[in-house]
């Protein structure tokens, strides 16, 4: 999951993901945030790191899965 700062230029985030091993799944509009898949063969925290190094990045994370409770 990854949020890119709001003065980011939407046109740009395309080309970034695809130079970052990644690719849309699904973005959520109201939050500004990409559900993103690897494609590039790196660890989830490999990835994150390397987002996580960009200004252009509010954060980043992976997807956390949650479980209900019985």
Request: no cysteine.
């Amino acid at each position: 999951m990854v949020k890119f700062k709001s003065e980011f230029p939407k046109e740009r985030i395309p080309p970034l993901l695809e130079e970052m091993g990644t690719q849309v799944i699904r973005v959520f509009d109201n939050l500004g945030v990409y559900h993103l898949r690897i494609t590039s063969g790196e660890s989830t925290e490999a990835v994150i790191q390397k987002f996580s190094l960009l200004k252009e990045i509010e954060y980043a994370e992976p997807n956390y899965k949650r479980k209900g409770l019985n």
